[in-house]
C-alpha cells in the first residue's frame, strides 16, 4: 500500500501543477457591461449607487510618504465636514487618553433613557489604515446623535509607521480599560463591519 502511495504521489504533484495552466487555456474572458443601478433602493442610494468612483479609488502609494499624503489628503475632506455635523446633530467632541492610547469621547445632547450608564466603544473605518486622528470621529458622531449614546471612539495607531497588529491592540487596550468602569453587559464593541449592517 505504502509503494502505492509513493507511486501516486509524482502523479498528483504533476496534475496539481499543470491544472492551472490548462483552467487558463480553456477560460473565457467576460465582455465589459454595465451594471444597471437597482430600482429597489431609494431614490437617495440610487443617486450614490450610480455616481462615479471617487477620484482617489483606484490610489496606489508607492512610498511611505506618498502613503502618508494620500492617508492625510482624505483626512483633511473630512476634517471639513466635522464642525458643520457636530453643530448639525448637536454632539460634543472631547480628546482624551485611554490606557496610553488616543480616543475620542462623543456625548449626544440628550442620552437615551435606556443608554443612561452604556458606553459604545468604536473602531472607525478605513480598514485600520485611513481616517487618522478626529477624521476617524464621522461614524462616531452618527452613532453618538441618533443612538443617543455616549460614544467612545478609538483614535488607533495606524501604519507604515505603526504595522499590524498595533491598531488592533490599541482597540482592545480601550475596550478592556472602558469594562474596568463600565460593566461589559451595559458596553459594546463595534468593529466597522458592524456598524454598517
Known amino acids: 500500500m505504502k509503494c502505492a502511495r509513493r507511486s501516486l504521489l509524482p502523479i498528483i504533484t504533476t496534475a496539481l501543477a499543470v491544472s492551472p495552466a490548462v483552467a487558463l487555456e480553456g477560460s473565457r474572458e467576460i465582455p465589459a457591461h454595465l451594471l444597471p443601478v437597482p430600482d429597489t433602493v431609494s431614490p437617495a442610494m440610487q443617486a450614490a449607487i450610480g455616481a462615479p468612483p471617487l477620484p482617489f479609488w483606484n490610489t496606489h502609494p508607492k512610498s511611505s510618504d506618498e502613503w502618508k499624503a494620500f492617508v492625510q489628503q482624505l483626512a483633511e475632506v473630512t476634517l471639513k465636514r466635522l464642525p458643520a455635523l457636530r453643530e448639525q446633530t448637536g454632539v460634543t467632541v472631547e480628546q482624551t487618553t ?3 492610547v488616543k480616543a475620542f469621547i462623543i456625548t449626544p445632547r440628550e442620552i437615551a433613557e435606556g443608554n443612561r450608564g452604556r458606553l459604545l466603544v468604536h ?6 489604515v485611513l481616517a487618522p486622528g478626529e477624521a476617524g470621529t464621522l461614524e462616531a458622531i452618527l452613532m453618538a446623535a441618533f443612538g443617543r449614546i455616549k460614544v467612545i471612539s478609538v483614535d488607533y495607531r495606524m501604519p507604515p509607521d505603526f504595522p499590524y497588529p498595533a491598531a488592533m491592540d490599541d482597540a482592545m487596550v480601550v475596550y478592556r480599560e472602558v469594562v474596568k468602569t463600565t460593566p461589559s453587559k451595559r458596553s459594546e464593541y463595534l468593529a466597522p463591519r458592524q456598524v454598517a449592517a
Open 98 to 100: 485611554i490606557g496610553g
Open 123 to 128: 473602531v472607525h473605518g478605513g480598514g485600520y
